[in-house]
């Protein structure tokens, strides 16, 4: 056979096999078995290609390690080899492996390997922790089985990596690995994410290791693992395993991160179907399950294994009330039967609230919690002795700690059954970065933040009103609820505030308090929408969200959920554009609710108010009042009442004294609404909204919100607060001048340059966005308002604005809202005449907008 015969061989052989074992995947083999057949189909190959290029007979051995060695070879998984030499090969050797390697890389098979004497084997192994690892778990295929055996009583002997160093070098490995990445990312990788198959691999390189074991079943017999610990590791290890295998066989090559781009066929491989909820969402739900389980069983094994090895001395313990000790920051049950009664597991957390010092549960005491959390068969809520300790959590002070204790180790969906449905329930889109309980865990750690001085300058406002809250305890009940009925189909804050009514009842709270919490979760949304998708310089608008709230102490309470809640969504979503907004919304329905809701809105004295204040302060500046008459004798009564004095004052600064004829264009050196102010003043005709919006998007700008007007001798007067795409103001001087030289040049040529679409992100290609079009109620009879949700993708404001100036509408205002891959968008709008549309300008518009945007969709 020619060498090209015996590689084609190979390739064959290995395809073939990948095909079958993807049938047999489908057909529900076990994924243990799948992954050693494709070990031993290597094995097969490889010892062919050993013999055919002549090296059986040599000083050499090739030998399997890493995964490849503990057979565990899935579809496209590198082939992990050590080829064991003597002290000095040959040439004739050194040739013979170079040509095998080529063959296998020929071959097409992705080959990791290492050509080395056993001493260097040895030298490097001592010194690098990876390598020692991958020696513990190789075994030989063929060759010299003497240098195999002379390696393996060298790594054998005691003072080879002994358990102490072992465990040590591989704990700081997975807490490194740890720092890079979250268990709850949203493409996470399956091997080395927290609670991946990395964390299975360190429980069992740390264990075998000390006790000389070959698999983790043997650790049984040690009483390092309970038999249902060693079936629960199992059967996540499956599980993780599967979706790998299934994700090489949809990636078509060794992948290991599970991207949106590969979520929906790994899930229609996995054998998951639409339902109530979607396919790629059931999947990721048992994933996030899966890894919260590893992670917990992991920290307990560790924790239990450096306890036997005695490394530290433990802090003498001090009794707590019941029967509970503290040492240092632990907490733990002072003997094995405390969970015997099950109001003792609630009263552990009682105890973890009241103690400062506390922060943890004890590896001992976990594993009792885990034995008693698997022998409830209902929930602990229904016990009235756990329900009085649950009450006694949310009083305390420091019960969000003990809450976030629950959390992590299961306790909460024990004791409330509809958190246990929203346990690794995750949104299949780019908003939502966690699942709803990890989000929920989080909304909780930023109410805690509010209390906190040293985030006081981040939540100025938060900081003032939760110390003001009649019961904190309410607004922590209304996070826990706030999201409770995500995944059941229908309003998920309707079944919420039901879930939070009924909890109410059970743990007898009184009415009003029942209350307030359910109306805090049926309507946790209203402020977010209201202050990003709506006219907030709008009386009505201030008028209907008063009237909604009602009262102060609902406002304030809703303030702090709405901004947790904010917060808690995306580690990017939180800035200061946002944060003015529902500062400034918050101002003004309290100042509504002072004034009383029967009292009507004073428009008039609004105006005076705000155009006294900036006319003094652009006379102490050294204008003249003749001039200042002069410039707002041009502008509406409505200009006046949308903007505050100091932007009324700052757009009078930048105009008088300049050549109105002539356009302008102006960006603010201080921050406006927690961004940067764009003023662009001159002749209005079509298109003016596009060619602003074209050219900010040339330069990678974030427009926010937009207020549009025109004066009464035909000008236009726009304004915008655009950030950089961070989230943060324009404020680099440079950056400024050159934006401002752009649309300057852009306004006085006059013409809308045509750009090329800039191509869909690889994660916007994932996903698909209805265009929806919705047109408001409104008593207002010179604009419609409009709501428009659509996929977020480069160009999309100019694109919209140039709809709209084919259909010969004006813009009064805009709010621009991305939320993940969505952009939902406000706009108000008036026809040719400046009248509300008709229902048929409506619809132009809608068959239009829907039309343009949904041919650019994936």
């Known amino acids: 056979m020619t060498d090209k015969d015996a590689i084609s061989q190979c390739?064959?052989?290995?395809?073939a096999q990948a095909e079958s074992a993807r049938q047999k995947f489908i057909d529900g083999e076990a994924i243990g078995v799948l992954l050693a057949e494709r070990a031993y189909e290597m094995d097969q190959n490889l010892v062919r290609l050993w013999h055919h290029f002549g090296l059986d007979g040599e000083a050499a051995t090739l030998v399997a390690v890493g995964g490849y060695g503990r057979c565990e070879l899935h579809p496209h998984s590198d082939v992990d080899l050590l080829i064991l030499t003597g002290p000095e090969p040959s040439a004739a050797l050194e040739a013979k492996l170079t040509t095998l390697l080529q063959a296998l890389w020929d071959a097409r098979l992705e080959v990791g390997h290492s050509?080395?004497?056993?001493?260097?084997?040895?030298?490097?192994?001592?010194?690098?922790?990876?390598?020692?690892?991958?020696?513990?778990e190789s075994r030989p295929l063929t060759g010299d089985t003497s240098l195999y055996a002379e390696l393996q009583a060298a790594i054998s002997q005691d003072d080879f990596w002994p358990s102490a160093p072992f465990f040590e070098a591989k704990l700081t490995e997975q807490q490194a690995r740890h720092n890079k990445a979250s268990a709850f990312d949203l493409e996470p990788n399956l091997k080395s994410c927290p609670g991946g198959l990395r964390d299975i691999q360190t429980i069992s390189w740390v264990a075998m290791r000390h006790f000389n074991a070959s698999c983790l079943a043997e650790l049984v017999s040690h009483d390092f693992l309970a038999p249902e610990e060693l079936e629960e590791l199992n059967t996540c290890r499956d599980h993780l395993w599967r979706l790998r295998f299934a994700l090489h066989c949809v990636a078509g090559r060794a992948e290991d991160r599970l991207l949106f781009d590969h979520q929906r066929a790994v899930a229609s491989?996995?054998?998951?179907?639409?339902?109530?909820?979607?396919?790629?969402?059931?999947?990721?739900?048992?994933?996030?399950?899966?890894?919260?389980?590893?992670?917990?069983l992991n920290q307990m094994l560790l924790w239990l294994f450096r306890s036997t090895l005695r490394q530290r001395a433990l802090p003498d313990p001090v009794a707590l009330e019941g029967p509970f000790i503290r040492r240092g920051r632990l907490i733990e049950a002072?003997?094995?039967?405390?969970?015997?009664?099950?109001?003792?597991?609630?009263?552990?957390?009682?105890?973890?609230a009241r103690q400062r010092e506390v922060d943890t549960v004890s590896a001992a005491t976990l594993r009792l919690l885990r034995k008693a959390r698997r022998k409830q068969k209902q929930p602990l809520s229904e016990l009235p002795e756990c329900r009085a300790h649950f009450m006694a959590i949310l009083r305390h002070p420091d019960g969000i700690k003990a809450l976030s204790l629950m959390h992590r180790h299961g306790i909460l969906a024990t004791y409330l059954k509809p958190w246990q449905r929203i346990v690794g329930q995750m949104q299949f889109d780019l908003f939502h970065a966690f699942t709803v309980d990890e989000h929920t865990h989080r909304l909780l750690q930023f109410i805690e933040r509010f209390a906190d001085p040293e985030h006081k300058d981040i939540f100025p406002l938060g900081s003032v009103l939760i110390d003001q809250l009649p019961k904190k305890g309410l607004l922590v009940l209304a996070a826990l609820f706030h999201d409770i009925g995500k995944g059941r189909g229908g309003d998920h804050s309707e079944i919420g505030a039901e879930e939070a009514r009924l909890f109410c009842q059970q743990h007898n709270m009184n009415e009003h308090d029942g209350r307030l919490v359910a109306w805090l979760v049926e309507h946790h949304l209203l402020m977010s929408v209201t202050a990003q998708r709506r006219d907030i310089t709008d009386p009505e608008v201030i008028?209907?969200?008063?009237?909604?709230?009602?009262?102060?102490?609902?406002?304030?309470?809703?303030?702090?959920?709405?901004?947790?809640?904010?917060c808690a969504t995306n580690d990017k979503l939180w800035n200061n554009w946002k944060g003015s907004l529902l500062r400034e919304l918050y101002h003004a329905a309290r100042d509504r609710l002072n004034a009383g809701m029967a009292k009507p809105v004073d428009s008039r004295a609004r105006i005076r108010e705000h155009k006294g204040k900036a006319h003094n302060q652009l006379v102490r500046q050294g204008f003249m009042p003749e001039q200042i008459d002069a410039l707002w004798q041009r502008l509406s009564a409505d200009y006046f009442l949308r903007f505050s004095p100091a932007q009324i004052q700052w757009h009078s600064e930048m105009l008088l004294g300049r050549d109105l004829e002539a356009y302008q264009v102006h960006l603010s050196t201080h921050v406006t609404r927690g961004g940067t102010e764009l003023l662009v003043y001159g002749p209005d005709r079509p298109g003016l909204f596009a060619m602003v919006m074209a050219q900010l998007d040339a330069k990678r700008v974030s427009v926010h919100d937009a207020q549009i007007f025109t004066t009464r001798d035909g000008y236009a007067l726009d304004s915008f607060v655009i950030l950089e795409h961070d989230g943060h103001p324009i404020q680099d001087p440079s950056r400024i001048n050159r934006l401002r030289h752009s649309l300057n040049t852009a306004l006085t040529k006059g013409t809308l340059t045509a750009r090329p679409l800039r191509p869909l992100s690889r994660k916007l290609r994932s996903f698909r966005v209805p265009t929806r079009v919705q047109f408001l109620s409104s008593q207002r009879k010179n604009c419609t308002m409009m709501e428009l949700v659509t996929l977020d993708r480069p160009g999309l404001l100019a694109q919209i604005a140039q709809v709209f100036d084919r259909c010969e509408l004006s813009i009064q205002a805009a709010k621009i809202t991305t939320v993940g891959e969505k952009a939902e968008d406000f706009f108000m709008l008036c026809n040719p005449e400046g009248q509300a549309l008709s229902p048929a300008e409506q619809d132009t518009l809608s068959r239009a907008l829907v039309g343009a945007l949904e041919q650019d969709q994936p």
Do not use: W
């Not at 491989?269 to 917990?296: I, N, S």
């Not at 002072?334 to 973890?352: E, N």
């Open 543 to 566: 008028e209907t969200f008063a009237d909604q709230v009602q009262d102060a102490d609902r406002l304030s309470y809703l303030y702090c959920l709405t901004v947790a809640d904010i």
């Open 334 to 352: 002072a003997h094995d039967q405390v969970f015997d009664d099950p109001s003792q597991i609630l009263a552990l957390f009682v105890q973890a």
């Open 269 to 296: 491989l996995m054998g998951y179907r639409d339902d109530t909820q979607l396919a790629v969402e059931q999947m990721m739900k048992r994933y996030y399950r899966t890894v919260r389980a590893v992670r917990e």
């Open 11 to 15: 390739r064959d052989n290995l395809r």
């Open 115 to 136: 050509v080395r004497s056993v001493a260097e084997t040895l030298a490097q192994a001592s010194a690098d922790i990876t390598i020692a690892t991958n020696l513990l």
